[in-house]
């Protein structure tokens, strides 16, 4: 990659550490799992499934884990027993290389009713492009699938896709692209690309949310490199998203409509300090060496009151769940903890159970963080 010496690509080193790991924890998992301590919070963390690099993972209402396999254009699914399903729900042709290939997964707000889930995936076409598609799934298999969105790659280039999709609390659905490997796609009002865009869904498909800060424009907050991730906060209504940088400024971003976050040709680092750029809005946190964060989550369920409104996201290069506590208004961050994860590690996206698990993932396994009293 051109980033940074790793980041998510089959490429990286951290192969040789994530698979020495998977066998530690085999290990200690036999016969008894360890319990872990964070301040007053006690948990287990125990490997849920084996998995081919689960890029993307949303729960239904029922309690079955959905998650995207990056390489082989793959949706699965585990039941709320932890069983996997032998058959994959759907297969979209994909191009897997780099950072391009099945990447994101949500399920429709009106899922019970309609039998919706949505991914996006990088198509195996000529040009690729990065589609969003919606598709029915009953009893486990996908049938039906449209391609409501499509963002063609004309840049040719292997990396920064973004790729993940969200709904919040109105049904408005939330869509991350990085900036195709050209910086000015960023900062461009007239691409896609390199924004995280907001819209509404309609019986005639997608439109740009009605208060949208650009009239009939889909952008919601643009100036991004590779917004890998990004969560909607039920506490405030506000968008969290990780950044990946060039060799520094991974971030943390109060996403806010309308607002700039930076990324531009001939960038330079420059940390949470203000940078000359039209409604320019600084990181919450920033690295000053590449650390690659991932997936990231508000943690909203009564199982641990202490964790309740925390942020938490996933790093890459070193596997480490980081826990952040914001300020009363959720505008700063106040406090940065790492969590013990004993050998598992934290690498892809992370997600909330229906029983106030943490469920998180690395290229061969999914995790679960249970704390103590949560129901299994």
């Excluded at 799992?33 to 125990?46: D, H």
């Excluded at 690099?53 to 884990?65: E, K, N, Q, Y």
């Excluded at 790729?163 to 050209?182: A, M, P, Q, T, W």
């Excluded at 409509?257 to 949470?272: F, I, K, R, S």
Aim: aromatic residues 10%; negative net charge.
């Amino acid at each position: 990659m051109t980033r940074k010496n790793c980041g998510p690509t089959l490429t990286c080193r951290i192969y040789g550490r994530l698979l020495a790991g998977s066998v530690l924890l085999a290990l200690c998992m036999a016969p008894f799992l360890p319990l872990y301590a964070q301040e007053s919070v006690s948990y287990t963390v125990e490997r849920y499934v084996n998995a081919n690099f689960p890029v993307g993972m949303a729960f239904t209402p029922d309690g079955r884990l959905f998650y995207a396999e990056k390489f082989n254009g793959r949706l699965r699914v585990i039941s709320p027993e932890g069983v996997l399903q032998r058959e994959p729900v759907l297969q979209l042709p994909t191009s897997g290389p780099g950072e391009r290939g099945m990447l994101g997964v949500a399920i429709d707000p009106q899922y019970e009713e309609n039998g919706y889930i949505w991914v996006v995936h990088t198509a195996d076409t000529s040009p690729p492009a990065n589609n969003l598609v919606r598709f029915r799934e009953d009893g486990g298999i996908g049938y039906d699938p449209e391609i409501v969105l499509s963002v063609p790659i004309l840049t040719e280039s292997y990396i920064h896709n973004g790729g993940n999709i969200h709904f919040d609390s109105d049904g408005l659905l939330y869509l991350s692209l990085g900036d195709y490997d050209d910086p000015t796609n960023a900062q461009n009002l007239e691409t896609l690309p390199g924004k995280i865009h907001r819209f509404q869904v309609t019986d005639e498909g997608l439109k740009p949310a009605p208060d949208n800060p650009f009239p009939d424009n889909s952008i919601y907050a643009y100036g991004f490199r590779n917004p890998f991730d990004f969560t909607i906060d039920p506490f405030s209504g506000r968008v969290f998203a990780t950044e990946n940088g060039p060799t520094c400024d991974d971030e943390i971003n109060l996403v806010l409509p309308g607002m700039n976050y930076g990324w531009q040709p001939d960038y330079e680092c420059v940390g949470t300090e203000p940078l000359d750029l039209p409604d320019y809005v600084a990181p919450l946190l920033s690295y000053d060496l590449s650390v690659a964060p991932t997936g990231i989550v508000v943690y909203d369920h009564p199982a641990v009151p202490e964790w309740q409104g925390h942020l938490f996201f996933c790093v890459w290069n070193s596997g480490t769940m980081r826990r952040l506590v914001l300020n009363d208004d959720r505008t700063r961050i106040d406090e940065v903890h790492e969590v013990d994860l004993g050998d598992a590690l934290c690498q892809i996206d992370i997600v909330v159970g229906p029983e106030g698990a943490l469920y998180f993932g690395t290229a061969n396994e999914i995790y679960r963080l249970l704390p103590t009293g949560a129901g299994a």
